[in-house]
T-cell receptor, first 113, second 113 residues
């Protein structure tokens, strides 16, 4: 089955700096790659997603890039703010066979004011 | 807005007890999922369902079963709770299938003593 690896497990940046979280996946049939943000004590919430027919997607300070050949995708957060502090999860799924998201192990991002 | 409601926020049960975790969604979603969240392991899929009375095993189904008698309700059952099932349990639903955004409930933190 699908295996998603996520790095780093923890990341500390200064406010205003950029943060990058990287994920790799194993199943070349995967074609949907969402990112979820989980604040302390709250549910995971979708912040951005990308499908395999697109190489990059942006939404204000957040961007996701996808390299299908290398089977990796990354989350980029620019101009980080303290409210970006949270745990971020990447995930992957496909629209054939088992159509359920497989998640990475998570990255705890700490933005220092 | 999609609402996914888990019946309990916190549960404490004894080893060997039968435990029911209930999840209800109000958006007529076809697909429902149960994940388990543990530090450093991310979200791991236990079971999922694409339709009423239908279920499929995820990555860690051992010790669990599920029931989906109505479209809006998906129950997770621990037949005989064990201490290694102490965890955060997250229910989620999606409109199309696992290849689309998940909407999560607030989670049930289960402690088995």
């Amino acid at each position: 089955g699908e295996n998603v690896e996520q790095h780093p497990s923890t990341l500390s940046v200064q406010e205003g700096d950029s943060a990058v979280i990287k994920c790799t996946y194993s199943d070349s049939a995967s074609n949907y790659f969402p990112w979820y943000k989980q604040e302390l004590g709250k549910r995971p919430q979708l912040i951005i997603d990308i499908r395999s027919n697109v190489g990059e997607k942006k939404d204000q300070r957040i961007a996701v890039t996808l390299n299908k050949t290398a089977k990796h995708f990354s989350l980029h957060i620019t101009e980080t703010q303290p409210e970006d502090s949270a745990v971020y999860f990447c995930a992957a799924s496909k629209n054939t066979g088992r159509r359920a998201l497989t998640f990475g192990s998570g990255t705890r991002l700490q933005v220092q004011p | 807005d999609v609402k996914v409601t888990q019946s309990s926020r916190y549960l404490v049960k004894r080893t060997g007890e039968k435990v029911f975790l209930e999840c209800v969604q109000d958006m007529d979603h076809e697909n429902m999922f149960w994940y388990r969240q543990d530090p450093g392991l991310g979200l791991r899929l236990i079971y999922f369902s694409y339709d009423v009375k239908m279920k499929e095993k995820g990555d860690i189904p051992e010790g669990y079963s599920v029931s989906r008698e109505k479209k809006e309700r998906f129950s997770l059952i621990l037949e005989s709770a064990s201490t290694n099932q102490t965890s955060m349990y997250l229910c989620a639903s999606s409109l199309v299938n696992g290849n689309s955004p998940l909407h999560f409930g607030n989670g049930t933190r289960l402690t088995v003593t």
